[in-house]
């Protein structure tokens, strides 16, 4: 099924990520990863497997997730998670 969720708010953010047409999870939404991986990281869950989570994703939609790598979209997501979550604990 083909993911129906709003990533108007993340489309700058994915329109920087690499091209994947040949890897494991290529159909799937790049920015859904982004989002798990953003709260996997600002939780600091790293108990989640990357595979798992790729898994039960949907399938991408148009726009500036298609096509984009969804391991480096969850990578970057929980990069940001982090950070976010250590700008806030200084806060
Ligand atoms: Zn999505």
């Given at each position: 099924m083909a993911c129906n969720k709003n990533h108007d708010g993340i489309q700058q953010i994915l329109e920087n990520l690499p091209t994947d047409?040949?890897?494991v999870?290529?159909?799937k939404c790049a920015a859904c990863a982004y989002?798990?991986?953003y709260?996997?990281?600002y939780n600091l869950d790293g108990s989640l497997s990357i595979d798992n989570v790729l898994a039960n994703?949907?399938?991408s939609q148009a726009r500036a997730q298609r096509h984009k790598s969804p391991h480096a979209a969850y990578a970057?997501?929980?990069y940001h998670g982090v950070c976010k979550?250590?700008?806030d604990d200084n806060n």
């Open positions: 047409q040949g890897g999870g290529r159909h989002e798990a991986g709260k996997a990281g994703l949907d399938e970057l997501g929980y979550r250590t700008q």
